[in-house]
């Protein structure tokens, strides 16, 4: 990525640092379609790991920063500057991150959740917006292509009416007391100052609920929620169950855990209408089973020429080859490039129906998180996510506005 063509976008990271989980991922993301190139970063809060990982991705020294504070202000004055920052730090970090580069006017890739409450994540939302920045959160299993070819098959109305929505992201990779162990992301993720109590539900959770939100359409209206924490002695919950209430009353489910004994990823989503069912799970992505209301089971397969453009346009090497996780990083990545070169360039906006997750969706994330913790200490009440209040508060207030110049 060192030897950047006119055309490809400036990228910069901050973490992804040695032995770090998910910036590699975002790396191989970017590196796909060639349509990024990563000239910045701080890899890490050591000085010198952060430099030895420089010079290996080919970053010059000038451009690997002590800081993301230092590097936010000298790519902002830079005419070279970068086009987009990548936030693949722990979560405590997330908000002043972004802040520094949303504020200067950069583009933001921000992991989830978003950040460690709704007021900061809106103020990332309202900064992007106030400085003209996309802010984009990788909720990156809705850009594989059978899911988006499930949220097609839904917006078609191939399940008639949607009755129920059941999702889980329950893992089984911390059933144990990792955190005790020295291990680099059990660690962090055990400790509610940086992961919060609710850690699962950030962490997982949110994944799972962004998921049946991008299939289905449909908002979550109110939550009622249990955690318990299964490995003894841990800090923070690690399992979460919480009944889900979606638009026009649709109940649904979503169990969050990272003490799932013996479950890999774990992610699975399920959506039954009144005409038929859909089934994808991320273990086995290529796949999408359709249950029509016979009991008749269509397995549709991706790469097949039947299959939407929403889903065609996200296949890469076509049928019978695989393609997973870094696929679907590579193609939150092009979707992204898309807009951010239709913005450089002048372009219309590439952003479709069925598109790259925004920081809107990072906060809508964030306030579920909260409703979880709300509902949790109130014995499983239902609770209203903030998100669902806003837009009823919008109404309102429309509505008001309404019914003042009615008056007049
Ligand atoms: N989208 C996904 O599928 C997905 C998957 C895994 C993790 N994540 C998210 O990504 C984030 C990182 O998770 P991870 O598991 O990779 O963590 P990690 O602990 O493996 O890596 C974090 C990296 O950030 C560096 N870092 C920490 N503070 C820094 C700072 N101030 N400046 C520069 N570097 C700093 C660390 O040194 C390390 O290199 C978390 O928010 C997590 O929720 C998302």
Redesign the pocket.
């Known amino acids: 990525m060192s030897t950047r063509n006119a055309r490809q976008l400036s990228a910069g990271m901050?973490?992804?640092?040695?032995?770090?989980?998910?910036?590699k991922?975002h790396r191989f993301g970017m590196r796909m379609d060639d349509r990024y190139s990563l000239d910045a970063g701080?890899?890490?809060?050591?000085r010198e790991q952060?430099a030895g990982v420089a010079a290996s991705l080919g970053v010059a020294s000038e451009r690997t920063y002590s800081?993301?504070h230092e590097m936010a202000k000298a790519e902002a004055t830079r005419e070279d500057g970068i086009d987009v920052a990548i936030v693949?730090?722990?979560?405590d970090?997330?908000f002043e991150?972004a802040k520094a580069f949303l504020e200067r006017g950069i583009n933001v890739v921000c992991?989830?959740?978003l950040t460690q409450g709704s007021a900061t994540a809106r103020e990332l939302v309202e900064l992007a917006a106030a400085n003209d920045a996309i802010l984009a959160v990788?909720?990156?299993y809705s850009a594989y292509p059978m899911v988006r070819e499930a949220a097609r098959m839904v917006s078609d109305g191939r399940l008639g009416a949607l009755t129920f929505v059941d999702v889980e992201h329950a893992s089984g990779w911390a059933a144990t007391p990792l955190e005790l162990t020295g291990h680099?992301?059990a660690s962090?993720r055990t400790d509610p100052d940086i992961a919060g109590f609710p850690s699962v539900v950030?962490?997982l959770g949110t994944?799972g609920y962004h998921l049946a939100r991008y299939i289905t359409g449909l908002e979550v209206e109110e939550v009622s929620a249990q955690l318990h924490t299964f490995v003894p002695g841990r800090k923070v919950f690690d399992n979460a169950t919480v009944a889900l209430k979606l638009t026009d009353e649709v109940p649904g489910r979503l169990w969050a855990s990272m003490a799932a004994t013996g479950h890999n990823h774990g992610l699975r989503i399920r959506i039954f209408g009144d005409q038929g069912s859909l089934e994808w799970q991320h273990e086995d992505p290529h796949h999408l089973a359709f249950q029509d209301l016979e009991g008749t089971t269509t397995i549709s397969t991706h790469g097949l020429a039947s299959l939407s453009e929403d889903s065609a346009r996200l296949t890469r090497v076509g049928l019978g080859h695989p393609e997973g996780f870094l696929e679907a990083f590579g193609n939150f990545y092009r979707d992204l490039a898309d807009e951010l070169e239709a913005r450089r360039d002048a372009r219309p906006s590439t952003i479709r129906e069925l598109s790259f997750p925004t920081g809107i969706d990072g906060l809508i994330g964030v306030q579920f998180i909260e409703a979880v913790a709300a509902s949790h200490a109130a014995d499983a009440a239902w609770v209203v996510p903030a998100s669902v209040a806003d837009r009823a508060a919008e109404v309102a207030a429309a509505d008001a506005g309404l019914r003042e110049a009615g008056s007049n």
């Open positions: 901050v973490g992804g640092g040695i032995g770090a989980d998910i910036g991922t701080v890899f890490g809060r050591d952060s800081s993301y693949a730090t722990p979560n970090s997330h991150v992991e989830k959740p990788p909720h990156c680099k992301q962090w950030g962490d994944h």
